[in-house]
């Protein structure tokens, strides 16, 4: 069982930056890998940002250079800084957790960028 909630989201002007977090309540599984995904009104889900457990991160081109992903591995907890948002970012992001045999979601939190 792996429960994971999302929070940080809201509204925020282009060029701003938001901080969301994740955390995992987690039983008698290892969490691997830890990461946001996002999916914006008409579009498909997408990655955002990952990290596995040992520290590999991986960006999408989009918000490379401009989203830090972040994980505190003894809080099963995820975080992704978002600076210098843009418009385009807007979507519902969703904390993703994978374990050796499963893929977990969260419910998703709402990123307005609005101009």
């Known amino acids: 069982q792996v429960q994971l909630v999302e929070s940080g989201g809201g509204l925020v002007q282009p060029g701003g930056s938001l901080k969301l977090s994740c955390a995992a309540s987690?039983?008698?599984?290892?969490?691997?890998?830890m990461g946001w995904y996002r999916q914006a009104p008409g579009k498909e889900r997408e990655l955002v940002a990952d990290?596995?457990?040992?520290?590999?991160?991986d960006y999408a081109d989009s918000v490379k250079g401009r989203f830090t992903i972040s994980r505190d591995n003894a809080k099963n907890t995820v975080y992704l800084e978002m600076n210098s948002l843009k418009p385009e970012d807007t979507a519902v992001y969703y904390c993703?957790?994978?374990?050796?045999?499963?893929?977990?979601w969260g419910q998703g939190t709402q990123v307005t960028v609005s101009s």
């Open positions: 990290s596995a457990r040992y520290g590999r991160t």
């Open positions: 993703k957790a994978t374990t050796r045999y499963r893929t977990y």
């Open positions: 987690v039983t008698f599984f290892s969490i691997d890998t």
